[in-house]
């Protein structure tokens, strides 16, 4: 008989670094799609998709024979040493997907945080600067320079100090918090006022809907005024479409619904299917300032993971992802407000696509977070066989990143899952 969840958790906690945070105690045997069985046999329907990762669900057969295909090639012979022609077309896929008009190149690697550190070694070596301008409440990875790009504290960066310097942090124009867009650019003239002058910054990078922010979005009209001042001061303007990416807004690049070109985007997560794979795609005007070498690593752009990138960016047009999003977007948007009037505790309820957030107050009132609310409703959907995620600057977020290929079916059993848990714990909440 196989190991329990509670046996591997016992293994888990004796062997794995406690650094490494898991949201539910569930040691997952096998999934299709939506849908996740563990190892007692107890099914679960995933509303996290890993993390933004299964934009395309999990184990999606064209994905799946894509990589077997690769597998009886070669794995891996590096693309410095020797290289192979699936890493060429993909680059040539998503040069041409990118919304910039200009000639682009494409730098492959294997994780987000990887990603937004070489757009940032691409920015300086480009601009011949070294400062760099993130947001509060951005999550760029947890690489060192990740970490100073990174506007949250806790967890990510508390004790891991000193960070590299030159890199500063503006408010993130948020409503829900009270930053309006005037505020966040005003912060802006700010740091140039005040902090380092604006032809010594490299780059300004920017999620254009914040990932472990808040699923907080910036508006088309800011996100123009950002890059007018990027393009008044020579700054490269690098967009972190890392979780937002491959459809998940309801177009391939949430940065298009604001009608903004940026010179480079980091992008990730759902862009293999599962598979480990991070790129860098912009001008190639910038690029062309980097000498052979200093771009690259021994794993970056593997074969297999392209074959998977492959086949998504094939499913993008032939299963209507975009569209897909949008709908489901405007299905969970409705069906989140009816709960919102039933239940107080749902602050608000936003989202672009289906990247859809509820933000979880005492009373309806926003400037009373409620991060505890939040972690019980985490775990109650576990226990009822619903996966989600949390996130937000005070931790009182739950997102939504459902699988775009999951069938209505299961979407609206997992939201009746969500109901029931907010029902319970309402009539349960703890006296203080």
């Given amino acids: 008989m196989g190991q329990t969840n509670q046996q591997w958790q016992e293994r888990r906690v004796e062997a794995v670094a406690q650094g490494v945070g898991n949201a539910l105690p569930v040691y997952i045997e096998r999934a299709r799609n939506a849908e996740l069985w563990d190892v007692e046999g107890r099914r679960y329907i995933d509303f996290a998709s890993g993390i933004a990762v299964l934009n395309t669900g999990h184990n999606h057969p064209a994905v799946i024979e ?168 020579g700054i490269v303007l690098v967009v972190d479409e890392i979780q937002s990416g491959f459809c998940r807004t309801g177009k391939t690049f949430a940065i298009e619904h604001a009608g903004v070109e940026p010179d480079l985007i980091t992008m990730a997560k759902s862009l293999a299917g599962g598979f480990p794979l991070a790129a860098v795609v912009g001008r190639r005007t910038l690029f062309d300032k980097a000498l052979p070498g200093g771009l690259g690593g021994t794993y970056a752009g593997s074969p297999v993971a392209i074959a998977a990138a492959l086949a998504v960016t094939d499913l993008i047009e032939r299963e209507q992802l975009n569209e897909k999003a949008r709908a489901m977007g405007e299905h969970l948007i409705a069906r989140l407000t009816q709960l919102a009037a039933d239940y107080p505790c749902i602050g608000d309820v936003r989202g672009v696509g289906a990247m859809v957030a509820i933000e979880l107050v005492e009373a309806g009132d926003p400037q009373r977070p409620d991060p505890a609310l939040t972690q019980r409703l985490v775990q109650e959907a576990g226990r009822q066989g619903l996966v989600l995620l949390s996130c937000g600057v005070r931790a009182n977020v739950i997102r939504f990143l459902i699988p775009l290929t999951a069938e209505k079916e299961i979407v609206d059993e997992g939201l009746n899952i969500l109901s029931s848990c907010l029902k319970m714990l309402q009539n349960t909440r703890p006296a203080k």
């Fill in 66 to 233: 894509a990589v077997k295909a690769q597998l009886e090639c070669f794995t891996h012979p590096c693309f410095q040493v020797t290289p192979y022609g699936n890493y060429i077309e993909l680059a040539e896929r998503l040069n041409a997907l990118v919304p910039i008009a200009d000639a682009c190149q494409t730098l492959f690697l294997s994780t987000g945080a990887e990603a937004v550190e070489n757009a940032i070694k691409v920015a300086r070596i480009a601009t011949g600067r070294s400062a760099v301008i993130a947001f509060r409440g951005a999550f760029h990875g947890r690489t060192l320079l990740g970490m100073a790009l990174t506007g949250k504290v806790q967890p990510y960066k508390k004790g891991y100090g000193p960070f590299p310097a030159g890199i500063y942090h503006a408010p993130y124009p948020a409503a829900w918090l009270g930053v309006s867009d005037t505020q966040a650019l005003a912060s802006l003239a700010g740091i140039f006022a005040a902090d380092v002058a604006p032809d010594d910054v490299a780059a300004i990078i920017i999620e254009p809907v914040q990932g472990e922010g808040g699923f907080y979005a910036a508006s088309a009209h800011f996100l123009q005024q950002l890059r007018a001042l990027c393009d008044k001061h």
